[in-house]
């Protein structure tokens, strides 16, 4: 839109009213033509789309082909961050390592938040109010204040950051081999449903796998797109064998429920979309090795190109 604004300005006040006057005077085009005469839209659209950048950051990185729910708690975070930085003190913001600290932050306090000529509006928009009166400049900035405290609010109730699950789930990530995902991967565990939930004398064996995980080398994993993906780096753990045996089993029956998670999951979202399509209404009745049959078959179709080059092995 703000590519075409003066497209949409020469339109709306120059030829609209001076070749169609009825069209001009229909009430959807006259607040079209109020909002063009408005000094506060453009520099407006100019802060959104400064202000968005973070948020479809944020979208983009869920649409990702690999799983990525074990980043999605640590993101939440660093976007209700970032999101402070547009208007609240470095200083402050800096002490809010976790989601409790955060969670509990104040950001209406005015000793919290940076004097109006500070916040981060984006360079054109700061250059389109430098033309504005003191008093438009204050009504513009305070705006962006509400607008700021009102996305706050929305993040604080929508984002997972009291989920002690979604918290736990980062011992997925490789740099969690370490003692402190302990805590994390028996707080997963706990979580596991009925039919495969663990004994206590399990969750003690889990707690000495992973510390025997700790210490083991694990082969190194191929990187793809400057990143190791998750589900490649656990099926590397679990192709290592002690006596022919797996050497991780406990923690693999935790991966494997964490990892089949539908949220920012996009392997699992397809499957279920495959489901879908598969047991409908002329065909609810199909048992589950129907169906697993089905979603191979495709699977391996997808794999091959085409079903025209199928090999028949006998």
Known sequence: MIEQYKALRNLFLEEIPKHHRKVAQQPRVRRI?????????????????????IFQKYKKLFQRS???????????????????LYFCHLEKIEMLKCSDTLLSFDYENKDNILPQTEFSIGRN???????????????????????????CNLLKKNLSLKNKFLANLRFLKPENKVIEGEKMILGCASFMP?????????????????????????????KTNDHICVRDYWKTVFELKDAGEP????????????????????????????????????????????IKGLLVTKSYIQTIGTCLNFKNRQ
Do not use: C, G
């Open 33 to 53: 033509r109020a909002a063009l005469n408005n000094k506060f839209t453009l520099p407006t659209l100019y802060f959104i789309l400064h202000a968005l950048e």
């Open 125 to 151: 928009a700061k250059k389109l109010i430098s033309e504005f009166a003191e008093n438009d400049k204050t009504v513009f900035l305070q705006s962006i204040k509400y607008f700021f405290i009102k996305i």
């Open 66 to 84: 690999d799983t990525t729910i074990h980043l999605l708690y640590d993101k939440q975070i660093d976007l209700f961050r970032k999101t402070l």
């Open 247 to 290: 050497k991780f089993p406990l923690i693999q029956k935790v991966v494997w429920f964490a990892l089949s998670i539908a949220e920012a999951n996009a392997e699992v979202e397809r499957l279920f979309s495959q489901i879908f399509h598969i047991v409908n209404k002329d065909r609810n009745r199909l048992s589950t090795h129907s």
């Open 194 to 222: 009925p039919i495969t939930k663990f004994k206590s004398r399990d969750m003690d064996a889990l707690s000495i796998e992973w510390k025997q995980l700790i210490l083991e080398d694990v082969p190194e994993v191929r």
